[in-house]
């Protein structure tokens, strides 16, 4: 039919170009008419014919309609440079530009990035979007699916997930609108001495907030018995603490740390590594009317005291100030309990408790005892029976006496 039309198209042309009759004797409008009417019967046998197929395997590719290549793969490879690459595919409307699919029965993936080049330093997906939307973004709609809705494998020594970003944004956000956890960093090797997290700032900002209306940041370590290291390790090589919790709303009662230990280790550990390091090992300051620090031993079948504090450098082990109130105060609450509540041991040259007022004008005590019970307000003794030293000293350079002992009963000794 198209040589046909061809032909008769051809010939139409060649009489009105030469303006002569065609041959065979007839007139032009004869010929023409005779033209048509075989146009008119190709058309009419072509109603019969079978429809296009579509492209199969060996066929061309055809635009517009569905190409099927059976088992047989499709391979296009080009060497061009240009940033178009390959295969260019453009959507100008709402749809996809290029969509993979499994066809609902296969098993495959449908789309994958391969770099087969080990020098090639190029990213095997890479999504870009000058528009307001995400660069790369995995759903899942399969609500019993457990699998992530983006996964990131390496077998190399980089990251499994690379999140960065060079403006205000964050690098990676997770977000959890249902009821699970945004974010889970897990180790699943056993010998494995990393962290789970590793955060580093080289900015002026905290390493890591954490923010919640519940808990802030719950950190449970789950290893081996054996497994000797922190759950959470914060070092910081600046002039700055290395964690700093602070209680923003002004009417809570909370803590702003609560530590608890369900083993048989301390709740708290704190070490000062530096033998020149004059700092005390613990600081708690307070501006409200409350205690800086409270410590409470709830056993009461336990020998052990509510605070033990060592050191081993030139500083106190425990330095405490105060406004209006006391710096320390140690209460026993068992009335059964003959323990004391207050313990000094001092195994180097210097004196287990050393009581200063430097308040000039102050005309308090530096030390003062008051006992309900029948037992002494102060007591001093010497095992040592070498010492020559008194049991109680005092030194005075103001008018008052040394040591001040006074009763107030009749029967009683000053």
């Given amino acids: 039919m198209h040589e046909e039309r061809m032909d008769v198209a051809g010939a139409e042309r060649t009489a009105n170009n030469s303006g002569d009759e065609p041959q065979g004797g007839g007139s032009r409008r ?68 290029v969509l993979g699919s499994d066809a609902g029965t ?9 770099v087969d080049n080990p020098s090639n330093g190029s990213l095997a997906v890479w ?47 997770a977000w959890n609108t249902g009821s699970g956890t945004a974010l889970i960093a897990s180790i699943q090797n056993g010998l494995n001495d990393h962290p789970a997290i590793d955060a580093y700032t080289a900015g002026t900002g905290p390493t890591i907030r954490a923010t919640n209306a519940g808990t802030a940041i719950d950190a449970q370590s789950v290893g081996l018995p054996s ?57 708690a300051k307070t501006a409200g009317p409350g205690i800086g620090v409270f410590i409470q031993a709830r056993n009461l079948t336990s020998t052990e005291p509510a605070l033990l504090a060592q050191s081993s450098g030139p500083g106190p082990a425990v330095a405490a100030s105060a406004g209006a109130g006391s710096a320390i105060e140690a209460t026993v609450g068992a009335a059964s309990n ?64 040394g040591v001040y002992g006074e009763s107030t009963a009749s029967a009683g000794r000053g």
């Fill in 30 to 97: 004869a010929f023409l008419l005779g033209g048509a009417a075989g146009l008119l019967a190709a058309a009419v046998s072509g109603l019969d014919a079978p429809a296009p197929a579509e492209a199969a395997a060996g066929s061309n590719f055809v635009l517009g309609q569905s190409n099927d290549s059976g088992a047989s793969a499709s391979v296009l490879t080009s060497s061009t440079p240009s940033t178009l690459g390959t295969l260019a595919v453009e959507n100008s409307s709402s749809g996809y530009a």
């Fill in 106 to 114: 296969g098993t495959g993936v449908p789309v994958i990035g391969v």
């Fill in 127 to 173: 999504g870009k979007n000058l528009g307001t939307g995400g660069g790369v973004q995995g759903l899942i709609e399969n609500t019993s699916n457990p699998s992530a809705g983006v996964s990131g494998y390496t077998n190399g020594t980089g990251d499994g997930v690379h999140g960065e970003t060079s403006g205000p944004g964050t690098g990676v956000s």
């Fill in 227 to 283: 497994h000797t290291d922190p759950t959470i390790r914060v070092a910081n090589s600046n002039g700055g603490p290395g964690v700093e919790i602070s209680m923003g709303a002004p009417g809570s009662s909370a803590p702003a740390i609560a530590v608890i230990a369900n083993g048989t280790g301390a709740v708290l550990d704190a070490n000062v590594m530096n033998a020149s390091s004059p700092a005390p090992v613990i600081s």
């Fill in 338 to 401: 003959s323990a004391p509540a207050f313990i000094a041991l001092a195994g180097g040259v210097g004196p287990a408790v050393s009581a200063t007022i430097t308040n000039s004008s102050s005309d308090a005590p530096a030390v003062t005892a008051q006992t309900k019970g029948g037992g002494a307000a102060v007591a001093g003794e010497i095992t040592n029976s070498a010492n020559t030293s008194n049991a109680v000293a005092g030194t005075t350079s103001g008018p008052g006496s």
